[in-house]
T-cell receptor, first 110, second 113 residues
Framework: LAKTTQPISMDSYEGQEVNITCSHN???????ITWYQQFPSQGPRFIIQ???TKVTNEVASLFIPADRKSSTLSLPRVSLSDTAVYYC???????????FGSGTRLSIRP | NAGVTQTPKFQVLKTGQSMTLQCAQD?????MYWYRQDPGMGLRLIYY???????DKGEVPNGYNVSRLNKREFSLRLESAAPSQTSVYFC????????????FGPGTRLTVT
């Protein structure tokens, strides 16, 4: 099974745009990419999903290049409350197996 | 809507004891999942149920059994707990179709001594 790879941690400041990239080299044709946010002592919370190109919702954008071997979560104008762990997840629809990445710990400073 | 609920919130077991973690969802979702999360780590899939009446192994199924009791409920059983099963356990559910959003419960913190 392929795994996803993300940076272990990132730091940024309030008001900045933050981009977190995830590598998923063995993604298959029917697999979707989703991103989750997790605060301490809570379950993960869904942020966004995508298949290709660009997806945007009210909280984030997701960029997926044509080869789909990576994806980038973009958080515009972060605030202190965006300090959390962010997980990239590839839903392997063909094998019905789900692999969470190890997560990126994002710290936002004033 | 309560979403996904899990009981208990906390549990301490001695090695060799058994217990069942309960999970229920009120969103009429077809798929349900059990994950474990060790300190400082990501989530690992233990078992999942794509629909009522079906279950399948995930990445780390050894030492666990599951039951999809009905569409709402999906339980996880530890028959003989081991210290290596000390973890936080999350249950999740998902509609099938083109949405891959999983809804997670608040978790059960299990310690095995």
């Amino acid at each position: 099974l392929a795994k996803t790879t993300q940076p272990i941690s990132m730091d940024s400041y309030e008001g900045q745009e933050v981009n977190i990239t995830c590598s998923h080299n063995n993604i298959a044709t029917n697999d979707y990419i989703t991103w989750y946010q997790q605060f301490p002592s809570q379950g993960p919370r869904f942020i966004i999903q995508g298949y290709k190109t660009k997806v945007t919702n009210e909280v984030a954008s997701l960029f997926i290049p044509a080869d789909r071997k990576s994806s980038t979560l973009s958080l515009p104008r972060v605030s202190l409350s965006d300090t959390a762990v962010y997980y990239c997840l590839v839903d392997y629809s063909s094998a019905s197996k789900i692999i969470f990445g190890s997560g990126t710990r994002l710290s936002i400073r004033p | 809507n309560a979403g996904v609920t899990q009981t208990p919130k906390f549990q301490v077991l001695k090695t060799g004891q058994s217990m069942t973690l309960q999970c229920a969802q009120d969103m009429n979702h077809n798929s349900m999942y059990w994950y474990r999360q060790d300190p400082g780590m990501g989530l690992r899939l233990i078992y999942y149920s794509a629909s009522e009446g079906t279950t399948d192994k995930g990445e780390v199924p050894n030492g666990y059994n599951v039951s999809r009791l009905n569409k709402r409920e999906f339980s996880l059983r530890l028959e003989s707990a081991a210290p290596s099963q000390t973890s936080v356990y999350f249950c999740a559910s998902r509609k099938t179709g083109n949405t891959y959003e999983q809804y997670f419960g608040p978790g059960t913190r299990l310690t095995v001594t």
